[in-house]
């Protein structure tokens, strides 16, 4: 009987520890969600405000038969994964390098994060000039020193397009892993790297038996997270191609937001952001599992 | 002996200098908006290397005008009350839920985790019109208010799955010892618990802190008196329709990152001092 | 004796009646007089006889001269008005728009405040739309061309024809300052929402030096001279880009390419029946031109990732001989003003005038105002005063009125006179062919849709396919719009 008592007792302060932050999500998030699904079932135009009406399931029936969705679901699918894989890899990297004993180690973390420390509209100006083909920097060295012979057109040709916005969205994340995952690693304490050592473990192994283990939950949280926000992400393209050349990057946070804005369709945006909600749930859960049964091996 | 050492060294070498490369690489707009902005206007509008070409070109009137002529500073510091505002609440916030999420069983817990993440993925552009609504309602908008409980709230999710997972490494025997020692569980928390998950708290409010002091969408919809304007407002005060005042735009970007980088700095030293080796006993 | 005496004293009361402003007030000592005055038509009837005498008695000024039975009858008063401004030049921009506000302030005879708030364009339509839906909108604003129209369709934009009417009632100049065409405008079912103000001139202006060096000495008048002398350009400066454009980025400006093709052609891209018509032979030249022009190298290869920054920098470092489809403000007061000139518009094979485009913008406010006639009479003011907000500032915007000219800030640059004659006198209208701009515009401009034919052809896609695209991009546009209205 005490025992149960203790039980709820606890729960009780977790409960409580909880309160702040649901109430800000109660009064500012929640009736946007609601809102949004049920905008989702209704014919609404902001043109025509007097149209609006219950539709039920047709805005997503309406979805599924475009073509255009479809690829662009996809698109955005692949873009996210690379954004999210290459950060994560050379974050880790990263992190590895500097959680060595390194002189200047503060110099180069603070480095690290400088492009998260510049406001998007203008880094994506700066970009825009970096790749220009006829003053950006980077064509102009790379035709410097004969590593091609006529300028890369980053962002005028619709395959190279794809991957410079994968590399800009990039350089904005893998600051966000190398972080998370160094901080995660400074908490490893150092004397089972070093009783590892006198057994004559390598570097491959240590890391494979010490680090990743001890990282894996933080892993898993940063590239789900991570996945979230390059999914949803709407700044970054928009403003280096604006979903260009000819719809190349046109991904799905751009195309509900001219949905929303341009077309006023607000009853088919709403419709693409539980799509868009639904998808990231079921990768979430099936990720999620799969983290949990590797762990229980 | 000798040679393993040499090896080591020269590893060391070749991963610095690999490193600077890339972060030179990975430096390149900073480092052209700085070019640009340190050019005299006119060459920055005419000339293309990244730096100035002739000495001549060498100048800080970009500076000068964005500060003292169009009042940026005014920006930069509502943009500072509002990080700072934002990223103690979030701590204030997610630190207790956070532990609430890794500690507690039950069905509310997990739950809640899941509808954190749910909240994370519905698109920011969707939920600027009913937000906007609500703060409308409550009378708030067009104040800095407005935007910290936004940016709070934004910022929220992430921060508790992040928290979660440094307090799911700390292993629950410290909380326990404590508790034996005659500490109640909030306590225990707030003594032994919070303190050893500063690397992750000065994670989150890195984070936090950039993310409130980068942000646009939300607030050139709720914020439009020029009193209240935030950096990101300011620096669109140098754009017009179908161009913009490039050199000082740049001289604002670039000074707009240094308190970001000043704070990224300070934070530094929290973010790696993890806990005390001796602290995990079996 | 005592007859007249009671009428003069009568038509008094009724003066004094027609200045209580609104009539909610009924305790005036002429009820009658002052419920004739509520409603604007019956101002006929009322004894002409005093009218004139009204106007001179109280009008200080010419422009405050109370006409009878207009608007001007029932300012609310001691209103408070919410102004925006957009961003319509960098940096000081908003102290000239202060500065106006403040005195018109300190001017009015109603009590109305005016307050001011300055738009920035990243974002103006999520910020626009926004406040419009939820009951927040500002009073009076001016903003995107297509945005009048827009709102008058969603039914949240104010009426504007008492201004109008006001001015006819009082002779204003105003209504032949502007010429006609541009009245109609924004004219949405029949009623004005929107009054023209200014103009962002959509043209092509050329280096003249390079051309003297290249050995042009007599400009383009068609589309085969034009060619010819981007051939001669690229063959005298094998380093520079002949034909500078934008059609990349996420700014509107790759639309504005399209819209200058359209005038140089006399070629719509739609037609009053609101259906695509980019499959005409007057659009198959003009992509052909464009066609041409990317394979010859007379445009740069990357202009279909060229974005506002790119052109501008490209274009004052002296990498390029011709700026194609964008207005040429931005090489005032830099080092090569003195060698640009805009080229007058040559004509396209399918017509015998080229035109330019000559984007009209206006200045507009909302019915959800608390203050529609406070916001009526601010509106006329801005239209007769703006002359401050326009000339020296650095703003975007030509006025429409052909007197502001005269004033020195538009003497000073050669490129005020030049683009005035080569393409306000005589340009199109963004919504060519249509009179007035349409509610569908505005998704059309903001996702480019205009400018669909154009980046495929300069991504090298054939120039059929790239109409079609185009033609299919129109109409989808204008079906989403017919089923929304369903």
């Not at chain 2, 908008?141 to 940016?151: A, F, R």
Request: aromatic share 12%.
């Amino acid at each position: 009987m005490k025992k149960k008592k203790n039980k709820i007792e606890n729960n009780r302060l977790g409960y409580l520890m909880t309160i702040p932050a649901t109430l800000l999500i109660l009064l500012v998030d929640i009736y946007p969600l609601f809102n949004g699904i049920s905008l989702s079932l209704q014919k609404y135009n902001l043109q025509h405000p007097d149209k609006r009406r219950f539709i039920g399931l047709d805005n997503y029936v309406d979805l599924f038969q475009d073509v255009e969705f479809l690829g662009v679901l996809g698109y955005t699918f692949f873009y996210t994964i690379v954004t999210v894989v290459t950060s994560y890899l050379f974050g880790l990297i990263l992190a590895l390098i500097m959680n060595r004993k390194m002189p200047g180690k503060g110099i180069y973390r603070t480095l690290a994060l400088l492009p998260w420390a510049v406001a998007p509209s203008v880094a994506n100006v700066c970009w825009r000039l970096l790749f220009n083909d006829r003053v950006g920097i980077i064509n102009i060295f790379l035709m410097k020193i004969g590593a091609i012979d006529s300028p890369i057109l980053f962002l005028a040709k619709g395959d190279i397009a794809r991957y410079t916005v994968i590399f800009t969205d990039f350089w904005r994340d893998f600051p966000f892993m190398m972080i998370v995952l160094l901080a995660s690693m400074s908490s490893i304490p150092r004397d089972l790297y070093e009783s590892a050592y006198m057994d004559g473990a390598g570097f491959w192994s240590s890391f494979r038996y010490i680090t990743m283990p001890m990282i894996k939950g933080v892993s898993a949280i940063s590239t789900i997270l991570m996945f979230i926000w390059v999914f949803n992400r709407f700044d970054n393209i928009y403003l280096l191609t604006g979903g260009g050349p000819n719809k190349a990057t046109y991904t799905l946070p751009i195309m509900s937001y001219f949905t929303s804005f341009m077309r006023g369709n607000m009853g088919k945006a709403t419709a693409m952001a539980v799509v868009m909600l639904m998808v990231m749930t079921v990768v979430a859960i099936i990720y999620l599992r799969v983290m949990k049964s590797e762990e229980n091996e | 002996m000798k040679s393993k050492n040499t090896q080591k060294n020269i590893i060391n070498i070749v991963i610095y200098v690999i490193f600077a490369i890339l972060l030179f690489l990975l430096l390149l707009p900073l480092i052209s908006m700085f070019g640009t902005a340190i050019k005299t206007h006119d060459a920055a509008l005419m000339t293309t290397s990244l730096f100035p070409e002739k000495w001549a070109d060498l100048s800080l009137e970009n500076f000068g005008y964005v500060m003292i002529k169009m009042k940026f500073g005014k920006n930069l510091l509502n943009s500072a009350i509002v990080s700072i505002v934002v990223t103690l609440a979030c701590i204030f916030c997610a630190a207790p839920a956070g532990y609430a999420i890794s500690r507690f069983k039950g069905p509310y817990f997990k739950f809640y985790s899941v509808l954190l993440l749910l909240l994370q993925m519905f698109p920011i552009m969707l939920m600027l019109m009913p937000q906007y609504l609500i703060f409308t309602k409550l009378h708030i908008t067009n104040s800095l208010l407005s935007i910290i409980i936004s940016y709070t709230t934004g910022n929220l999710a992430f921060s508790i799955w992040l928290l979660k997972g440094f307090y799911d490494s700390i292993p629950m025997e410290l909380e326990q010892a404590a508790m034996v020692d005659g500490c109640t569980k909030f306590r225990a928390f707030l003594t032994v618990v919070f303190p050893l998950t500063l690397p992750g708290i000065a994670t989150v409010s890195v984070f936090t802190m950039l993310n409130a002091w980068n942000e646009y969408t939300v607030a050139s919809v709720f914020l439009k008196k020029d009193a209240i304007m935030t950096m990101t407002l300011g620096l669109q005060k140098f754009v017009q329709q179908n161009g913009a005042d490039w050199p000082s735009l740049m001289a604002a970007a670039c000074i707009a990152t240094v308190p970001a980088i000043v704070f990224v700095i300070f934070s530094q030293k929290y973010l790696i001092e993890g806990m005390t080796a001796g602290a995990v006993k079996g | 004796m005592k007859k007249r005496t009671l009428s003069i004293i009568l038509s008094l009361g009724m003066v004094m009646g027609m200045l209580q402003g609104c009539g909610n007030d009924a305790a005036t000592e002429n009820a009658p007089a002052a419920e004739q005055t509520q409603e604007t038509e019956p101002a006929e009837e009322t004894d002409t006889a005093t009218e004139p005498e009204a106007g001179q008695e109280d009008a200080g000024q010419g422009e405050e001269a109370v006409a009878g039975g207009t608007f001007l009858d029932e300012i609310e008063p001691d209103a408070t008005l919410t102004y925006w401004e957009m961003q319509w030049a960098s940096g000081e921009y908003q102290n000239h728009v202060q500065a106006m506000v403040d005195q018109f302030n300190e001017e009015n005879e109603y009590g109305i405040t005016v307050n001011l708030e300055m738009i920035p364009w990243d974002g103006y339509y999520e910020t626009f739309l926004t406040a419009v839906t939820s009951g927040t909108a500002p009073d009076v604003y001016t903003g995107a061309s297509t945005a009048p129209t827009q709102y008058a369709q969603m039914g949240e934009s104010l009426d504007l024809d008492p201004i109008i009417d006001a001015w006819k009632a009082e002779n204003n100049p105003i209504l032949d300052d502007i010429a006609e065409q541009y009245w109609g405008f924004f004219k949405y079912e029949g009623v004005t929402y929107g009054l023209p103000y200014g103009v962002d001139p959509k043209q092509i202006t050329y280096r003249k030096d390079f051309f003297e060096e290249a050995g042009i000495d007599k400009l383009p008048t068609n589309y085969d001279e034009f060619l010819e002398a981007c051939a001669k350009l690229k063959e005298k400066f094998p380093d520079k880009i002949p034909c500078l454009l934008t059609a990349g980025g996420n700014e509107p400006s790759s639309n504005h390419m399209a819209e200058v093709l359209n005038g140089l052609n006399a070629a719509g891209m739609f037609d009053a029946n609101k259906n695509a018509t980019m499959l005409t032979d007057a659009q198959r030249e003009n992509y052909e031109f464009v066609k041409t022009m990317m394979d010859e190298g007379y445009m740069s290869e990357g202009s279909g990732g060229y974005g506002d920054a790119d052109v501008e920098k490209i274009w004052l470092s002296g990498g390029a001989c011709i700026l194609f489809g964008r207005s040429g403000n931005i090489m005032i007061n830099t080092d090569i003003e003195e060698n640009v000139a805009v080229l007058p518009p040559f004509t396209g094979p399918s017509t015998s005038e080229g035109k330019y485009c000559a984007n009209v913008n206006g200045v507009a406010g909302f019915s959800q105002t608390e203050y529609p006639n406070a916001s009526r009479y601010f509106l006329k003011w801005w239209m007769e005063n703006n002359i401050q907000i326009l000339a020296g500032t650095g703003n975007g915007n030509l006025p429409l009125r052909e007197s502001y000219y005269t004033h020195e800030a538009y003497k000073e640059h050669a490129w005020y006179q030049e683009t005035l004659d080569n393409c306000i006198k005589t340009g199109i209208t963004q919504a060519y062919p249509m009179d007035s701009m349409f509610p569908e515009f505005a998704t059309m401009e903001g996702e480019k849709v205009l400018a669909v034919a154009l980046a495929e052809v300069i991504e090298g896609t054939d120039v059929e396919t790239a109409l079609q695209d185009c033609n299919d991009a129109i109409q989808t546009v204008f079906d989403d719009a017919r089923e929304a209205a369903e």
